[in-house]
């Protein structure tokens, strides 16, 4: 079982930063996939990033690259998602979500939800 916290959310003006927190409540030293998505009201849940906390692998939507980096620290068992240039359709709940590596195709998928086990209960993002 893995628990996830995401902290960090919060309000910030277009253009500025933020980054968020993926804590794992329960120590592992197993590889895992960690995504992470946002919602906004109406909208479907969709994948932004992802990381492969084995060899640091890292994967991100078109709508994110080149603003926000997704980050592991082991020791700290923890994902970041640090967000840059904010605009104000980033305005979502960000949610990050567990599961295992694949094998052979690693974290193939990430961005889809179904393919996560373990979920966090989300921050609040909002740009204006």
């Known amino acids: 079982q893995v628990q996830l916290v995401e902290s960090g959310g919060g309000s910030v003006q277009a253009g500025g930063s933020l980054r968020l927190s993926c804590a794992a409540s329960?120590?592992?030293?197993?590889?895992?996939?960690i995504g992470w998505f946002r919602q906004a009201p109406g909208k479907e849940r969709e994948g932004i990033a992802s990381?492969?906390?084995?060899?640091?692998?890292?994967d991100y939507a078109d709508s994110v690259k080149g603003r926000f980096t997704i980050s592991h620290d082991n020791a700290k068992n923890t994902v970041y998602l640090q967000m840059d240039s904010l605009k104000p359709e980033d305005t979502a709940m960000y949610y990050c979500a567990a599961d295992r590596v694949y094998e052979f195709s690693g974290c193939a998928g990430w961005a889809n939800p179904r393919r996560y086990t373990y979920w966090g209960q989300g921050t609040q993002v909002t740009v204006s």
């Open positions: 329960v120590y592992t030293n197993s590889k895992k996939c």
């Open positions: 990381i492969e906390t084995g060899g640091g692998s890292t």
